[in-house]
């Protein structure tokens, strides 16, 4: 699915369309206008007239929620069908990403001839760090392409390789599907087992369901609690110690300056090793595979056209306009599709920074970027009246002439030496916005901790008098602290 699809409870079934907004149409590069309405609810039969590939309609839309009149959806059950993780449009990513913030259970596909990638790893440790998921499903379709021998290994792997690479995560239950098979026959296939846990989970005698919910606010409580004990801590520190004892403390806020310091320089060459493991050379050799690939079909095309006007008897038409538009839609959509790639491997030296370095905190900030006006930024600009000419004259050529000379003025065309360096610019580009993104997030951290180290030392004056209302300030916070470890003990034996 590449829209997000929301089910949901209703006794009268209906469906409702979320659309992009135009901001958000113009990133994803889709040359489309929305009549600006957010949102459009529809009968269910009319819902191939906005996602079917046919549709002109399916690219503005943003995602479906079905609303159906059925069991497993009642008492406030929703189920949330994502695009998969290799989609490369990052819009759509961060659009997933906002629903598996509020995910209790997570259901995981992975197909059983490729099961457990590192990507599949980093996606779901990613999902359990950030968000407050606490039971995890891991779902092996296509499993009729295996025999019940090696389809019971690659079981016992997955499992081993999950509980191996991602020990936080402790409950899993694996399950293995033939959608093949469930349609010949519903009694195989293993659909059934994957429904008869999903019912036992959210209404059985033994249900599951309040304890999931249960159980992930009281994840995000025990992190609220941590943080507000750390704070009161903190607070008591500031009231009790004395002029030696803010020294000592200053003493140690410089070394954990040091510290810091120590690790933004550790994230300052990873991220830079990262960086460079990006192939460039790859990315330019692909980049001018599609640029000939692109002259070829082109080419493919115009002696297509040409030649059926002259078996009309007619003299083909002035072809400058099918050149131009081929050749600007061709190679916006290259410089796009090599860009999202650049993107995706520079998300990759996130992700692995993120696993290294836990507490950092990278979070790019959502920008709207159109490359047609960056190749402009960049003095890449086309001048397709000479490459029109040329190919309008040569058209009076024999056939194996003109395909030769067509291939030759398109070659010329899209040998230019400043569309050469696209890749260079576009990925040095990226590497920057990232650097500054880390420099931005590290310099934060450090004048965080310069800023407490001078707090500290302001208050040094202030804890030269011990009065009144200093010790009763401090009886209340050690009072809070009790409640506060009162209150984790009692959570985390809940």
């Known amino acids: 699915t590449t829209n997000l699809t929301l089910l949901k409870y209703s006794h009268t079934p209906f469906a409702k369309i979320n659309f992009w907004s135009n901001a958000e149409l113009k990133e994803l590069g889709i040359d489309a206008q929305t009549n600006e309405q957010s949102s459009k609810e529809i009968e269910i039969a009319e819902l191939k007239n906005y996602t079917s590939a046919t549709s002109d309609t399916s690219k503005i839309v943003k995602s479906v929620e079905l609303y159906e009149d059925l069991e497993i959806l009642k008492d406030g059950v929703c189920i949330v069908d994502t695009p998969g993780i290799d989609d490369a449009v990052f819009l759509r990513e ?3 990403s906002d629903f598996m913030s509020e995910c209790d259970l997570m259901i995981h596909l992975m197909n ?4 457990s990638t590192q990507k599949d790893f980093e996606f779901i440790l990613h999902s359990f760090l950030n968000n407050h998921i606490v039971k995890l499903a891991i779902v092996l379709t296509h499993s009729d392409l295996l025999t019940p021998n090696e389809l019971n290994d690659v079981i016992s792997y997955t499992q081993k390789s999950i509980k191996d690479k991602l020990n936080s995560i402790k409950d899993i239950d694996i399950f293995a599907i033939s959608a093949k098979e469930y349609f010949k026959n519903p009694q195989n296939g293993g659909v059934g087992e994957l429904k008869e846990y999903l019912y036992k989970t959210l209404f059985g005698d033994d249900s599951k369901k309040a304890h999931l919910a249960i159980d992930a606010y009281k994840k995000e409580l025990l992190s609220v609690c941590k943080n507000l004990l750390e704070q009161k801590n903190s607070q008591v520190l500031a009231l009790s110690g004395s002029n030696l004892e803010t020294n000592e403390k200053i003493s140690s806020l410089q070394n954990e300056q ?4 120590k690790l933004i320089d550790d994230i300052t060459k990873q991220s830079q090793d990262e960086l460079k493991q990006i192939d460039a050379n790859a990315i330019d050799t692909s980049f001018k595979l599609s640029l000939a690939l692109l002259s070829s ?5 115009l002696l297509n056209e040409i030649e059926y006007h002259k078996k009309q008897g007619k003299k083909p038409n002035d072809i400058s306009y099918i ?4 050749l600007n839609d061709g190679i916006l959509n290259i410089a796009r599709v090599k860009r999202n790639e650049i993107l995706s491997a520079i998300n990759g030296c996130k992700e692995r920074l993120l696993l290294k370095f836990k507490g950092l905190e990278i979070k790019s900030e959502d920008e709207i970027f159109n490359i047609g006006e960056y190749l402009k930024s960049v003095g890449i600009n086309f001048n397709y009246e000479q490459v029109c000419r040329d190919i309008n004259d040569a058209i009076s050529k024999d056939t194996k002439t003109l395909e030769q000379s067509i291939q030759g003025y398109l070659e010329q065309f899209l040998s230019d030496e400043k569309l050469g360096k696209f890749t260079s610019l576009i990925l040095n580009l990226e590497k920057d916005k990232f650097t500054d993104l880390i420099n931005e ?3 934060q951290k450090l004048n965080e901790l310069k800023q407490s180290e001078q707090t500290l030392s302001q208050k040094n004056l202030a804890l030269n008098q011990t009065n009144e209302q200093i010790r009763s300030n401090l009886k209340s ?5 009790c409640e506060l470890k009162s209150v984790l003990m009692e959570l985390k034996n809940a």
Do not use: G, M, P, Y
């Open 94 to 96: 961060q659009v997933v």
């Open 112 to 115: 059983v001839s490729q099961s």
């Open 258 to 261: 040091n510290e810091l310091l």
């Open 297 to 301: 079909n082109i080419k493919d095309r």
């Open 323 to 326: 050149v131009k538009t081929a």
């Open 441 to 443: 997030k590290l310099t």
């Open 477 to 481: 916070l050690t009072d809070e602290i």
